[in-house]
């Protein structure tokens, strides 16, 4: 299987780009392993169903797969105890 890409939604790109180095560096080797395996994650439920979640130690990855134009869509990148929630407010602000 040809490697996935990775795009970012602009509020992904913008929460990416605060974390420190070493955040960032694991979540790009988080990513890596998405390119290669995009089913990696688990499915979201409910309001978020549709949405793929990848476990990164105290952060996720909140993403859609397109098998079509093999593409990793990064929806959100945040803190574990909240994420779905501020995840949920988004949508609901972009709707």
Known sequence: MKKAAIKFTPEAARLFSVFPPENKKMIKAGLKILTQAPDS??????????FKSFK???????????????VVKVYYV????DIYE???TLLKKLS
């Not at 945040?78 to 105890?81: F, I, L």
């Open 86 to 88: 501020q995840f949920q």
């Open 78 to 81: 945040g803190h574990r105890k």
């Open 41 to 50: 994650g688990g499915d979201l439920q409910e309001e978020l169903s549709g």
């Open 56 to 70: 990164l130690k105290r952060y996720w990855v909140i993403y859609r797969y397109s098998a079509e134009e093999n």
